[in-house]
Each structure stands twice: as structure tokens, then as C-alpha cells.
């Protein structure tokens, strides 16, 4: 795949530009960092609707960051920036009496990481992330026209044991549900993350991480925890990697 590839080929890059980091003092350093990020939501609400198959989508985020190095192997930052999330899935064949069916949900989170890491060339980190949801928007089609969520969860779905809840829930909103009303506004986050550095002078540094990011709660609000077609509902989380480059500059 073209991620795998760019992965690949930046891991090469800094391995082959790397040099031993030779500032060992205490120090505290300022820095920013940007990356893509692939994501989808596990264990999709359907709301009634039929399961469809997951399709990652990619995006684009960063962060600035405050950090301080007590020595060799212990560091710890703080920062602040945004990532991409949501997901995308698409349906089919028979299953769906050969109806195209399509869902994207696109989400931009505001977020304050709180990572742990090892200062050492080769480092490992993980911490909480706070998580506060910004720009929020959903799409839905079937068979390649765009219809509204009421069309698209009620079509060709007669048993949907949902049915009349979703509309006492949409004509409470007029008709028209705000695509945010279905999230909840908040979501920590659990992350891990493995990276490499490089000196480029005394002062600064650059490094890459690969970074992974788990919702530790559900995402949907409770409103529309509703249950699949077999009558048991199951809660969604945000799953996200990424690649990410940044610099930092030692104060």
C-alpha cells in the first residue's frame, strides 16, 4: 500500500541521517509536529441499518508541543493541536439486495496530549489525550444519490427495531438533526507511539512517530445509542495511527 510505502521510505530517510544525540542536560524545549493519519470508528451504529464493511479514510493533523528532558531516558511533554477522525463504509451485493449504500462520517478533534516519553534515539511513549470535538460532518447515499439520515437509515429496512424512536428523536430537531447532536463532545483518549530522532544542531532536533490513538469510552451520544437489527446495541470508538514529523528547539 502507498502508506506502508511512505512509512518505509521515511523510516530509511532518518535512520540514514541520524547521528548520536550528544545534548544530555536537563532542558526544557518547545517544538510543533505534523502528519497524516488513517481512522475509522470500531463497532459501527447503525442504528437499525444494515452492517456495511469499513473503509479507512486519511486526513491531516498536528500539534505544538512544551516538553522537559530530566536526563538520557526520561522526558515528559505537553502540547496542544487537532486530529482527523470518523469513518467511512460502504455496502453491497446481495446483503443489501443490491443496493449501493454509503456512510462518511468527518470529525476534527481539538486535543491536549499528555505524553511520557523516552528521550533515548529510539523511543517509546504512550499517555491520555483530552479530546474536544470541533467541525463535525456526515454524508449518506444510496445507489448514488445523497439522501437525508432519516431516508438512508429507514431504506429498504421495514424491521428496523429502531424505527420509531430515530423519528421521535428527528422530529424533536424540526426534521433536521445537527450531524454533531450524534456525537458526544468529548473523548479521551488512551495513546502509544514509537519514534526516532536526530540532531540537526545543538539546539535542534527532528524527529518522526508512528502514534496510535483509542477512544476509551463510547463516541455516540447517549440519545442515539441504539440498537443494531439483531436488538443489542454496541459502542463505538475512535481508532487512529498516524505518522508524524515534527521539530523541537531547546531552550
Known amino acids: 500500500m502507498i502508506v506502508n510505502r511512505l512509512y518505509k521510505n521515511i523510516a530509511i530517510f532518518l535512520l540514514a541521517c541520524s547521528a548520536t544525540i550528544s545534548v544530555n542536560a536537563q532542558y526544557f524545549y518547545i517544538g510543533g509536529q505534523a502528519g497524516a493519519y488513517t481512522y475509522t470508528s470500531t463497532l459501527q451504529n447503525s442504528m437499525g441499518q444494515r452492517l456495511m464493511d469499513y473503509d479507512f479514510t486519511f486526513g491531516i493533523g498536528g500539534n505544538l508541543l512544551l516538553g522537559y528532558n530530566f536526563d538520557d531516558i526520561h522526558e515528559i511533554r505537553v502540547g496542544m493541536g487537532y486530529t482527523p477522525a470518523g469513518s467511512r463504509r460502504i455496502g453491497g451485493g446481495l446483503v443489501f439486495q443490491n443496493d449501493m449504500m454509503y456512510y462518511s ?96 544542531s545543538d539546539q ?48
Open 105 to 200: 462520517l468527518s470529525a476534527n478533534y481539538l486535543f491536549t496530549p499528555d505524553w511520557f516519553v523516552g528521550s533515548t534515539h529510539l523511543y517509546f511513549g504512550g499517555g491520555l489525550s483530552a479530546n474536544i470535538i470541533g467541525n463535525v460532518e456526515t454524508q449518506y447515499e444510496v445507489n448514488g444519490v445523497e439522501r437525508t439520515f432519516l431516508e438512508y437509515v429507514e431504506f429498504n429496512n421495514p424491521n428496523n427495531p429502531n424505527r420509531d424512536k430515530i423519528r421521535n428523536l428527528v422530529q424533536q430537531n424540526d426534521g433536521n438533526v445537527p450531524d454533531e447532536n450524534f456525537f458526544n463532545p468529548f473523548d479521551l483518549r488512551i495513546n502509544a507511539m514509537i519514534g526516532i530522532k536526530s540532531e540537526l
Open 204 to 251: 535542534l532536533l527532528i524527529h518522526a512517530e508512528l502514534i496510535t490513538m483509542l477512544s476509551m469510552a463510547d463516541i455516540n451520544h447517549p440519545d442515539w445509542r441504539l440498537s443494531r437489527r439483531d436488538g443489542e446495541y454496541k459502542s463505538s470508538r475512535n481508532l487512529i495511527g498516524g505518522l508524524v514529523i515534527g521539530f523541537t528547539y531547546i531552550l
